[in-house]
């Protein structure tokens, strides 16, 4: 059986038809799917490009294919392209196959409500929040904001509620917006690859402040909340600690944090290190830190932070999302908030005691995701998947 997993992306491919992606959405995390089916369809939008992107890496490969969807960008550009993008998912979906679509994500919402028109069934991977996503903020204009957020989230809620089976990326917090419909399978497991490499050999001991702060987030959109980052760093600093922050990703949003960085005064201070080519170039980053920040005004479950305490580090993050499930409630801080992340980071960056017990504490938290552990329960879902597509 062939399995469907239609998902809100954006990849690129070259003249021989193979796809790339610079971020986690490679062949290692689609052939996970490969230990319960016979074929992997992965269907996501796709630009033509002459040749790869520095950092790229394959998506295709043995027993995993792309239907590339037309390219679009914004709800702008989907709605110009409304009648082929659909007409292509009409095409690459058949009736016999399992169907996993990723919400909330705009394709996985189409992909849904055509299967039902269809009398077909689907499966749900819930992967984010929209009524978080549109949230009100600082970079998130637009008359129609509003209006995405009811509707997103109505989406969503009817369209989980409409699975044969569902998955979440948290334990908790997406289960109780986004509950499964009465006698529905569901699961909760966080789509991060943690594999034994990616673990650090044992906890860390802190004999002096953790100056070296890094986050790791794409740049496309203001959810990671690096502004709020920055302007936390520049508070510490201002408060007499010489902290550093390493900001590790690439996006449009790149060019407005740098200049907001020099207007603060803590350019010399941060270093925007760029998108990385390979997991382990990331765990370099990671390893040579004293401190993780998840700042972010919107997450499902931040694969980033579980990586970041894999690698042993303390952490601060907001409270939104999958957050709490994964950090003690005194590394927490509201989102949005600069002035209340500076206060816990200049209290908390010179306690060696702290510092050390939460090294202890992630890394322990961290190993209950690692890969042996949730492809069990992965399988789980996609056994059930499979049975349910079969009826």
């Known amino acids: 059986m062939r399995v469907c997993i239609v998902l809100e992306h954006r990849f690129v491919h070259t003249p021989d038809g193979a796809t790339y992606d610079n971020g986690q959405a490679t062949y290692a995390h689609f052939r996970r799917y490969l230990g ?66 990723r919400l909330g994500g705009v394709l996985g919402h189409l992909a849904a409500g055509l299967r039902t028109v269809q009398g077909r069934r689907y499966a749900v991977e819930v992967v984010n929040d929209p009524f978080l996503g549109f949230a009100p903020g600082p970079g998130r204009r637009g008359h129609l904001r509003p209006l995405f957020r009811v509707l997103m989230t109505a989406l969503t809620w009817g369209q989980v509620r409409g699975a044969a089976a569902v998955q979440y ?15 529905v399978p569901a699961f909760g497991v966080s789509d991060v690859h943690l594999p034994p490499e990616a673990f650090a050999a044992g906890p860390r001991t ?24 920055l302007e936390a760093l520049a508070a510490v600093r201002g408060a007499g600690l010489d902290a ?25 201070a941060c270093t925007f290190a760029g998108q990385r080519s390979t997991p382990a170039e990331v765990r370099r980053d990671l390893a040579a830190a004293d401190l993780y920040l998840m700042p972010s005004r919107t997450e499902g479950l931040p694969r980033a932070l579980l990586e970041g305490m894999a690698q042993a580090l303390p952490a601060l993050g907001s ?17 949005g908030d600069a002035g209340a992340l500076a206060r816990l980071w200049h209290s908390r960056a010179p306690d060696p ?3 050390t017990a939460q090294s202890e504490r992630n890394l322990a938290h961290a190993r209950s995701y690692a890969d042996d552990v949730l492809d069990r ?10 049975e349910r597509a079969a009826r």
Request: hydrophobic share 40%; glycine share 12%; aromatic share 4%.
């Open 36 to 101: 319960t089916f016979e074929e992997v369809q992965v269907v996501a939008r796709s630009q033509p490009v002459a040749r790869p992107r520095p950092g790229d890496r394959r998506v295709d490969g043995p027993g995993v294919q792309v239907a590339h969807m037309p390219y679009y960008e914004g709800p702008g550009g989907l709605l110009r392209r409304l009648g082929p993008v659909l007409g292509r998912l009409r095409a690459v979906l058949a009736p016999e196959d399992a169907v996993i679509v």
């Open 244 to 268: 550093r922050l390493t900001v590790v990703g690439e996006g449009g949003l790149l060019p407005g944090l740098k200049a907001q960085a020099r207007a603060l005064g803590v350019a010399d």
């Open 353 to 355: 005691a702290w510092l």
């Open 169 to 183: 990326v948290t334990r908790e917090a997406l289960q109780r917006r986004y509950p499964p419909g009465a006698g």
């Open 206 to 229: 802190f004999q002096e402040p953790a100056l070296r702060a890094v986050l790791v987030g794409a740049l496309e959109q203001p959810h990671k909340g690096v502004d709020v980052a």
């Open 377 to 386: 329960e992965r399988g789980r879902f996609l056994r059930v998947v499979r």
């Open 319 to 335: 409270d939104v999302g999958g957050i709490p499930e994964l950090l003690s409630p005194d590394a927490l801080v509201p989102p």
